[in-house]
């Protein structure tokens, strides 16, 4: 059946009731439009949630502890001991012997002789000593300063050269009193060895005709 309508029933002029009416409509559309204004603007502000992917517990074997670095051994100096010949030694005892008859007054047994005449003996035998040592040795003291004199050793002294005794408490630097200025070798002068002599035999045996 189609819709008729009565064009009679349309008010011809707008009394107060039709206006109340008409007001309400205005307003509640323009609510409406300012709800979904309101919801558009919602829906573009919203930020998108982060979806967290569940943390599953690793089963992998965990990396070992990195090696603790082993402290290096402390440097240790290498001793090189060379081989000395006796050739030196002996020629300087026949040197001694020589011009100090040095072998015979060791070999000598004292007991049977008399103070003074040991004193006698033992000036020549000093006196030949000196004589071969001025002529084939220069000697140097160790230490300058003199004898009873008080020093200090630093730290780091040259021990081979510096003999430390009595009280030896900590380390260097040590202050102590010098008992020997000690002796060094500053040139040795010792004479040529010809070929083909025996170095082993020190003194000559002695035969008279």
Excluded at 16 to 36: Q, S, T
Excluded at 60 to 81: F, G, L, N, Y
Excluded at 153 to 181: C, E
């Amino acid at each position: 059946m189609p819709l008729q309508i009565d064009p009679h029933l349309i008010p011809a002029t707008l009394d107060l009731y039709h206006l109340v009416l008409l007001g309400l409509v205005v307003l509640l559309l323009v609510l409406h439009i300012m709800l979904l204004s309101f919801a558009t603007m919602a829906l573009l502000n919203r930020k998108p949630v982060a979806v967290q992917t569940p943390v599953v517990p690793s089963t992998a074997v965990p990396a070992p502890p990195p090696p603790k670095p082993v402290p290096a051994e402390p440097r240790r100096e290498t001793v090189v001991v060379r081989e000395v010949t006796p050739d030196a030694a002996l020629q300087l005892l026949g040197l001694l012997q020589k011009e100090a008859r040095f072998l015979d007054f060791i070999a000598e047994n004292m007991g049977s002789f008399q103070d003074a005449e040991i004193g006698a003996v033992a000036r020549v035998v000093h006196d030949g000593c000196r004589k071969v040592i001025n002529a084939h040795f220069v000697l140097e003291p160790v230490r300058s300063e003199p004898e009873n004199a008080r020093l200090i050793l630093p730290k780091g002294y040259d021990a081979a050269s510096i003999r430390v005794s009595g009280n030896i408490v900590g380390q260097a630097p040590f202050t102590g009193t010098l008992i020997h200025r000690g002796w060094k070798a500053a040139g040795v002068k010792l004479p040529r060895i010809a070929e083909g002599h025996d170095i082993n035999i020190i003194a000559q045996a002695e035969v008279e005709l």
